[in-house]
Protein backbone atom coordinates (compact mmCIF):
# COMPACT_ATOMS: atom_id res chain seq x y z
CA UNK A 1 0.00 0.00 0.00
CA UNK A 2 1.15 3.60 -0.55
CA UNK A 3 2.57 4.95 2.99
CA UNK A 4 2.40 8.83 3.54
CA UNK A 5 -1.37 8.90 3.87
CA UNK A 6 -2.33 10.28 6.72
CA UNK A 7 -5.95 9.74 8.14
CA UNK A 8 -6.84 12.87 10.10
CA UNK A 9 -9.78 12.70 12.50
CA UNK A 10 -11.30 16.17 13.90
CA UNK A 11 -12.47 16.28 17.71
CA UNK A 12 -13.90 12.86 17.34
CA UNK A 13 -16.27 12.15 19.85
CA UNK A 14 -17.42 8.61 20.22
CA UNK A 15 -13.83 6.65 21.23
CA UNK A 16 -15.70 3.99 19.72
CA UNK A 17 -15.20 5.30 16.54
CA UNK A 18 -11.65 5.51 16.55
CA UNK A 19 -10.69 1.87 16.97
CA UNK A 20 -13.48 1.25 14.05
CA UNK A 21 -11.19 3.61 12.07
CA UNK A 22 -7.87 2.03 13.10
CA UNK A 23 -9.60 -1.19 11.83
CA UNK A 24 -10.82 0.08 8.43
CA UNK A 25 -7.40 1.40 8.10
CA UNK A 26 -5.36 -1.72 8.69
CA UNK A 27 -7.70 -3.75 6.62
CA UNK A 28 -6.33 -1.76 3.79
CA UNK A 29 -3.49 -1.93 4.14
CA UNK A 30 -3.14 1.75 6.28
CA UNK A 31 -1.21 2.96 9.39
CA UNK A 32 -0.64 6.56 9.82
CA UNK A 33 -4.01 8.28 12.45
CA UNK A 34 -3.43 11.51 13.56
CA UNK A 35 -6.44 12.46 16.15
CA UNK A 36 -7.10 16.33 16.27
CA UNK A 37 -8.24 17.15 20.16
CA UNK A 38 -10.10 13.54 20.76
CA UNK A 39 -12.70 13.65 23.35
CA UNK A 40 -11.87 10.56 25.03
CA UNK A 41 -8.82 8.88 23.89
CA UNK A 42 -6.66 6.27 24.19
CA UNK A 43 -10.48 4.03 25.53
CA UNK A 44 -10.88 0.64 26.52
CA UNK A 45 -13.95 1.11 23.65
CA UNK A 46 -11.42 2.20 20.92
CA UNK A 47 -9.21 -1.01 21.51
CA UNK A 48 -12.37 -3.26 21.38
CA UNK A 49 -13.67 -1.78 18.29
CA UNK A 50 -9.90 -1.92 17.08
CA UNK A 51 -10.34 -5.55 16.71
CA UNK A 52 -6.96 -6.04 17.00
CA UNK A 53 -5.94 -3.29 14.99
CA UNK A 54 -4.47 -2.01 18.14
CA UNK A 55 -1.18 -1.05 16.76
CA UNK A 56 -2.83 1.83 14.79
CA UNK A 57 -4.16 3.21 17.38
CA UNK A 58 -1.13 2.99 19.57
CA UNK A 59 0.85 4.76 16.87
CA UNK A 60 -1.69 6.81 16.19
CA UNK A 61 -0.26 10.69 16.93
CA UNK A 62 -2.04 12.86 19.04
CA UNK A 63 -2.02 16.61 18.01
CA UNK A 64 -4.55 19.90 18.78
CA UNK A 65 -5.06 21.52 16.10
CA UNK A 66 -5.93 20.31 12.21
CA UNK A 67 -3.47 23.11 10.69
CA UNK A 68 -0.46 21.38 13.05
CA UNK A 69 -1.87 18.02 11.81
CA UNK A 70 -1.50 18.60 7.90
CA UNK A 71 1.28 20.96 7.99
CA UNK A 72 3.94 18.92 5.99
CA UNK A 73 1.55 17.49 3.93
CA UNK A 74 1.59 18.27 0.03
CA UNK A 75 -2.45 17.30 -0.47
CA UNK A 76 -4.76 17.57 1.88
CA UNK A 77 -8.21 15.85 0.76
CA UNK A 78 -11.52 17.31 3.39
CA UNK A 79 -14.43 15.00 3.51
CA UNK A 80 -17.98 15.98 3.44
CA UNK A 81 -21.10 15.03 3.02
CA UNK A 82 -22.92 18.39 2.59
CA UNK A 83 -22.24 21.04 0.05
CA UNK A 84 -20.75 24.05 1.78
CA UNK A 85 -21.74 27.66 0.98
CA UNK A 86 -18.76 28.45 -1.01
CA UNK A 87 -18.12 25.62 -3.68
CA UNK A 88 -14.67 24.21 -3.66
CA UNK A 89 -13.25 21.37 -5.79
CA UNK A 90 -15.09 18.55 -4.81
CA UNK A 91 -14.52 15.03 -6.00
CA UNK A 92 -15.63 11.85 -5.16
CA UNK A 93 -13.72 8.85 -3.38
CA UNK A 94 -12.26 7.55 -6.80
CA UNK A 95 -11.65 10.48 -8.38
CA UNK A 96 -9.54 11.08 -5.03
CA UNK A 97 -7.71 8.37 -5.26
CA UNK A 98 -6.74 8.67 -9.14
CA UNK A 99 -4.87 12.01 -8.04
CA UNK A 100 -3.58 10.91 -4.58
CA UNK A 101 -2.40 7.92 -7.50
CA UNK A 102 -0.71 10.28 -10.28
CA UNK A 103 0.90 12.34 -7.35
CA UNK A 104 2.49 8.64 -5.60
CA UNK A 105 3.34 7.59 -8.74
CA UNK A 106 5.76 10.24 -9.84
CA UNK A 107 6.87 10.53 -5.70
CA UNK A 108 5.91 8.34 -3.47
CA UNK A 109 7.05 10.36 -0.42
CA UNK A 110 4.81 13.14 -0.93
CA UNK A 111 2.59 13.33 1.68
CA UNK A 112 -1.01 13.47 1.94
CA UNK A 113 -3.73 13.19 4.57
CA UNK A 114 -7.37 12.81 4.48
CA UNK A 115 -9.63 14.67 6.81
CA UNK A 116 -12.78 13.62 8.73
CA UNK A 117 -15.04 15.40 10.45
CA UNK A 118 -17.06 15.40 13.82
CA UNK A 119 -19.45 13.01 14.33
CA UNK A 120 -22.18 15.60 15.02
CA UNK A 121 -21.48 18.17 12.84
CA UNK A 122 -18.99 17.57 10.69
CA UNK A 123 -15.81 19.84 9.65
CA UNK A 124 -16.22 23.71 10.22
CA UNK A 125 -15.40 25.76 6.77
CA UNK A 126 -12.54 26.90 8.67
CA UNK A 127 -11.42 23.79 8.62
CA UNK A 128 -12.54 23.26 5.02
CA UNK A 129 -10.78 26.29 3.74
CA UNK A 130 -7.68 24.86 5.06
CA UNK A 131 -8.06 21.69 2.36
CA UNK A 132 -7.26 21.55 -1.12
CA UNK A 133 -10.16 19.39 -2.03
CA UNK A 134 -12.81 18.22 -0.66
CA UNK A 135 -14.15 14.60 -0.80
CA UNK A 136 -17.73 13.82 -0.77
CA UNK A 137 -18.80 9.91 -1.23
CA UNK A 138 -22.32 9.94 -3.51
CA UNK A 139 -24.88 8.57 -0.74
CA UNK A 140 -28.22 9.70 -1.13
CA UNK A 141 -29.09 13.08 -0.52
CA UNK A 142 -31.91 12.42 1.79
CA UNK A 143 -29.60 10.22 4.04
CA UNK A 144 -25.82 11.34 3.17
CA UNK A 145 -24.17 11.26 6.21
CA UNK A 146 -22.03 7.94 6.79
CA UNK A 147 -20.57 6.61 9.98
CA UNK A 148 -16.78 8.11 10.37
CA UNK A 149 -15.89 4.58 9.97
CA UNK A 150 -17.79 3.78 7.15
CA UNK A 151 -16.41 7.08 5.57
CA UNK A 152 -13.08 6.12 6.67
CA UNK A 153 -13.20 2.38 5.04
CA UNK A 154 -14.41 4.11 1.66
CA UNK A 155 -12.17 6.36 1.43
CA UNK A 156 -9.16 3.27 2.14
CA UNK A 157 -10.97 1.15 -0.17
CA UNK A 158 -10.66 3.12 -3.28
CA UNK A 159 -6.96 4.29 -2.44
CA UNK A 160 -5.80 0.61 -2.10
CA UNK A 161 -7.90 -0.52 -5.46
CA UNK A 162 -6.06 2.41 -6.72
CA UNK A 163 -2.84 1.21 -5.29
CA UNK A 164 -3.14 -2.46 -6.64
CA UNK A 165 -4.24 -1.22 -10.11
CA UNK A 166 -1.01 0.51 -10.25
CA UNK A 167 1.24 -2.40 -8.84
CA UNK A 168 -0.24 -4.39 -11.61
CA UNK A 169 -2.22 -6.72 -8.72
CA UNK A 170 -5.58 -6.47 -9.33
CA UNK A 171 -6.93 -9.67 -11.11
CA UNK A 172 -9.32 -8.59 -13.12
CA UNK A 173 -11.24 -10.19 -15.41
CA UNK A 174 -9.84 -13.49 -12.41
CA UNK A 175 -11.35 -16.03 -14.61
CA UNK A 176 -8.83 -17.82 -17.04
CA UNK A 177 -6.15 -15.25 -15.46
CA UNK A 178 -5.21 -17.05 -12.15
CA UNK A 179 -6.81 -20.73 -12.98
CA UNK A 180 -5.68 -23.89 -11.99
CA UNK A 181 -6.96 -25.46 -15.00
CA UNK A 182 -6.25 -23.83 -18.69
CA UNK A 183 -9.72 -22.36 -20.32
CA UNK A 184 -11.25 -24.44 -22.99
CA UNK A 185 -9.65 -24.39 -26.49
CA UNK A 186 -11.98 -22.93 -29.49
CA UNK A 187 -12.14 -26.02 -30.65
CA UNK A 188 -12.86 -28.04 -27.74
CA UNK A 189 -16.03 -25.67 -27.47
CA UNK A 190 -17.05 -26.52 -30.89
CA UNK A 191 -16.60 -29.69 -29.88
CA UNK A 192 -18.69 -29.43 -27.52
CA UNK A 193 -21.54 -27.49 -29.29
CA UNK A 194 -21.46 -30.09 -31.67
CA UNK A 195 -22.11 -32.92 -28.91
CA UNK A 196 -24.65 -30.58 -27.47
CA UNK A 197 -26.48 -30.66 -30.60
CA UNK A 198 -26.57 -33.95 -31.59
CA UNK A 199 -27.86 -34.86 -27.83
CA UNK A 200 -30.78 -32.44 -27.86
CA UNK A 201 -31.92 -33.49 -31.56
CA UNK A 202 -32.00 -36.94 -30.07
CA UNK A 203 -33.65 -36.01 -26.67
CA UNK A 204 -36.46 -34.18 -29.21
CA UNK A 205 -35.62 -30.72 -27.27
CA UNK A 206 -34.12 -29.18 -30.26
CA UNK A 207 -36.81 -29.64 -33.28
CA UNK A 208 -34.57 -29.45 -36.81
CA UNK A 209 -37.51 -27.69 -38.20
CA UNK A 210 -38.05 -24.91 -35.59
CA UNK A 211 -34.37 -25.02 -34.39
CA UNK A 212 -35.19 -20.95 -33.29
CA UNK A 213 -32.15 -19.79 -31.31
CA UNK A 214 -31.64 -22.28 -29.28
CA UNK A 215 -27.67 -23.38 -30.68
CA UNK A 216 -27.15 -19.74 -30.40
CA UNK A 217 -28.33 -18.67 -26.91
CA UNK A 218 -26.23 -22.06 -25.69
CA UNK A 219 -23.05 -21.39 -27.16
CA UNK A 220 -23.66 -17.70 -25.88
CA UNK A 221 -24.73 -18.78 -22.15
CA UNK A 222 -21.26 -21.10 -22.36
CA UNK A 223 -19.06 -18.85 -23.89
CA UNK A 224 -20.00 -16.58 -21.40
CA UNK A 225 -18.80 -18.50 -18.37
CA UNK A 226 -15.47 -19.06 -19.65
CA UNK A 227 -15.24 -22.88 -19.29
CA UNK A 228 -11.80 -24.39 -18.56
CA UNK A 229 -11.19 -27.74 -20.49
CA UNK A 230 -12.63 -29.84 -17.30
CA UNK A 231 -15.66 -28.42 -17.13
CA UNK A 232 -15.93 -29.24 -20.51
CA UNK A 233 -15.02 -32.60 -20.28
CA UNK A 234 -17.90 -33.06 -17.38
CA UNK A 235 -20.65 -31.61 -19.88
CA UNK A 236 -19.38 -33.76 -22.51
CA UNK A 237 -19.43 -36.60 -19.93
CA UNK A 238 -23.23 -35.37 -18.98
CA UNK A 239 -24.35 -35.70 -22.64
CA UNK A 240 -22.44 -38.73 -22.93
CA UNK A 241 -24.57 -40.07 -20.20
CA UNK A 242 -27.37 -38.76 -21.39
CA UNK A 243 -26.76 -40.29 -25.63
CA UNK A 244 -26.27 -43.56 -23.73
CA UNK A 245 -29.45 -43.77 -21.69
CA UNK A 246 -30.96 -42.75 -25.10
CA UNK A 247 -29.62 -46.03 -26.87
CA UNK A 248 -29.98 -48.06 -23.83
CA UNK A 249 -33.95 -47.14 -24.16
CA UNK A 250 -34.63 -47.23 -27.32
CA UNK A 251 -32.72 -51.27 -27.23
CA UNK A 252 -35.11 -51.33 -24.71
CA UNK A 253 -38.29 -50.73 -26.66
CA UNK A 254 -36.66 -52.83 -29.39
CA UNK A 255 -36.49 -55.89 -27.80
CA UNK A 256 -39.83 -55.52 -25.82
CA UNK A 257 -41.83 -54.73 -29.66
CA UNK A 258 -40.02 -57.76 -30.81
N1 LIG B 1 -23.52 15.59 10.27
C1 LIG B 1 -22.23 15.76 9.70
C2 LIG B 1 -21.68 14.45 9.23
C3 LIG B 1 -20.71 13.92 10.14
S1 LIG B 1 -20.29 12.31 9.79
C4 LIG B 1 -22.29 16.69 8.54
O1 LIG B 1 -23.36 17.02 8.14
O2 LIG B 1 -21.25 17.07 8.02
C5 LIG B 1 -18.62 12.33 10.30
C6 LIG B 1 -17.63 12.46 9.18
O3 LIG B 1 -17.69 11.33 8.31
C7 LIG B 1 -17.82 13.65 8.26
O4 LIG B 1 -17.30 14.84 8.82
C8 LIG B 1 -17.00 13.20 7.07
O5 LIG B 1 -15.64 13.34 7.36
C9 LIG B 1 -17.34 11.73 7.00
N2 LIG B 1 -18.51 11.49 6.12
C10 LIG B 1 -19.73 11.03 6.48
N3 LIG B 1 -20.51 10.92 5.40
C11 LIG B 1 -19.78 11.31 4.35
C12 LIG B 1 -20.04 11.41 2.94
N4 LIG B 1 -21.20 11.10 2.40
N5 LIG B 1 -19.03 11.84 2.15
C13 LIG B 1 -17.82 12.16 2.66
N6 LIG B 1 -17.54 12.07 3.96
C14 LIG B 1 -18.49 11.65 4.80
Redesign the pocket.
Known amino acids: MYTEIKIVLVNTTHSGNIGAVARAMKNMGMTDLVLVDPKSFPSEEASVRAAGADDVLSNAMRVSTLKEAIKDCELVF?????ARHIPWPIMDPREMAAVVGEVKKADSAKKVAI?????????TNDELHLCQHH?????VEAF?????GS?VQVIAYELRMGFLAQAGQLQCPQWGTKWDVPLATQDQLDLLFAHFEQTVLKTGFLDPDKPRQLMTRIRRLIMRALPDSIEVNILRGILTSVDKSIKLKSQLKKEVGE
Do not use: K, M, Q, Y
Not at 78 to 82: F, L
Not at 115 to 123: N, S
Not at 144 to 148: A, E
Open positions: ATSARVFGREDRGLVCIPSSSLNIA
